[in-house]
């Protein structure tokens, strides 16, 4: 097989992690062009060394100097700062994976459609904020986008183009994260420690949030409208704590097509990766003897609100999905520091939803710009 070449954005979180798992298995099947990392220096250097990537680059300025040193003498190219990363997505590579978190994700991963190749998409916050946009690029560029979250990633591998006539809906699963059984008094004291505790996922700070609040499940809700053309009220969302269902498609005829496997991301990485062909992942295999059993619930809105607010907002347009996300990514940081509460993180994502006033989105321009004014908004709310 001919070498594929590689990038990956966001390469030291958790889902650039396992991508980099799978590529260093397979030092002649994948040549790497560009890391891109934040603050942990030191492990982007690490993994730029040991796949001998063309490029890496850090979005923190600040961290410039400290990179170059780690990489001297290695023939790896360094740059740094925020443009530096769009830099990087815009290297030719045959597949990106797209794993930066949040809506700094946006402008590279639109980069990365305008070369018409193979999008692995991690970063579910582009769909929310610029999802009309981004999918009509990825059909104007005949751009491959081959969904990473685990949800997507089953919707993509069960729901039959060729069949599109006798769909019926969406089964969007959902763990229920840490507090599926807590009541309202309890959730209001949880500390981010609490939070950030996934029972069966081991993920980034901000997602395992999300998670807890459910707002994740919102996001979702979301991506999955963009990337299958669908509208929320085809998706069903269930709660099923076990983790082994990622998601499935009912048609017509009473079929459902479901998506089984452990909960581990490296099996819709290594399923994008190879797409459209199969490879070997690590992942440990499923053994259906051993689990006690698998059960499915109706999500509580009550409790998790972020729910119905992303459905809300889904129906109001993308302006609406581009502050709720923002606005949440701003609460979720300040519950991280401790600043507010858990349960007003939807409290104040709600509360800049009703309150901001701003204008259509036409454009990515547009969008970065009502993702900076809704950003003020929740800092606004946060002190008010
Ligand atoms: P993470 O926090 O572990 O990693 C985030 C990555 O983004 C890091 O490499 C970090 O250096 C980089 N980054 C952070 N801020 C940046 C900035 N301002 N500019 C450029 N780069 C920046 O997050 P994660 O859990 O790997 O999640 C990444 C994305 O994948 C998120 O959109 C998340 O919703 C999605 N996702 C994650 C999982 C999972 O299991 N972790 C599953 C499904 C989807
Ligand atoms: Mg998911």
Not at 164 to 173: K, P
Not at 295 to 309: I, S, V, Y
Not at 326 to 348: C, H, K, P, Q, Y
């Amino acid at each position: 097989m001919a070498e594929k070449s590689v990038t990956i954005l966001g390469s030291t979180g958790s889902i650039g992690k396992s991508t980099v798992d799978i590529i260093r298995r397979y030092p002649d099947k994948y040549r790497v062009v560009a890391l891109t990392g934040n603050k942990n220096i030191a492990l982007l250097a690490e993994q730029a060394k040991m796949l001998r990537a063309e490029v890496a680059v850090t979005a923190d300025e600040n961290n410039y100097a400290a990179l170059k040193e780690l990489l001297a003498g290695t023939g790896t190219r360094v740059a740094a700062g925020a443009d530096a990363v769009v830099d990087a997505a815009k290297l030719d590579a045959d597949w990106t994976m797209s794993s930066i978190v949040g809506a700094a994700g946006l402008l590279p991963t639109m980069e990365v459609v305008k070369r018409g190749k193979t999008l692995a998409l991690a970063n579910k916050e582009t769909l929310v904020c610029a999802g009309e946009i981004v999918m009509k690029a990825v059909k104007d560029f005949k751009t491959t986008l081959v969904p990473v979250d685990s949800e997507h990633s089953a919707i993509f591998q069960t729901l039959e183009e060729k069949h599109r006539d006798a769909f019926d809906r969406i089964l969007l699963t959902a763990s229920g994260g840490p507090f599926r059984e807590k009541d309202l008094a309890f959730m209001e004291k949880v500390t981010p420690e609490q939070a950030v505790a996934h029972p069966n996922w081991s993920m980034g700070a901000k997602i395992s949030v999300d998670s807890a609040t459910m707002m994740n499940k919102g996001l979702e809700i979301i991506e999955a409208c963009h990337l299958f053309a669908v509208t929320p009220d085809q998706i069903e969302v269930l709660v099923h704590p076990q983790s082994i269902v990622h998601s499935a498609v009912g048609y017509k005829d009473g079929s459902v097509l479901a998506h089984m496997g452990m909960p581990d991301m490296r099996t819709p990485i290594a399923y994008a990766l190879a797409y459209p062909e199969r490879m070997e992942s690590p992942t440990a295999k499923l053994d259906l003897t051993k689990l006690s059993g698998l059960t499915f619930f109706a999500p509580d809105e009550t409790r998790f609100p972020a729910l119905r607010l992303a459905k809300e907002c889904q129906a109001k347009g993308q302006t609406a999905t581009a502050v709720m996300n923002a606005a949440n990514e701003v609460a979720v940081g300040a519950f991280l520091n401790r600043e507010i509460g858990f349960l007003d993180i939807a409290r104040v994502v709600e509360k800049v939803v009703e309150t901001s006033d701003l204008p259509p989105v036409a454009t990515i321009r547009d969008v970065v710009a009502v993702d900076a004014a809704a950003r003020e908004a929740a800092a606004r709310c946060l002190k008010g």
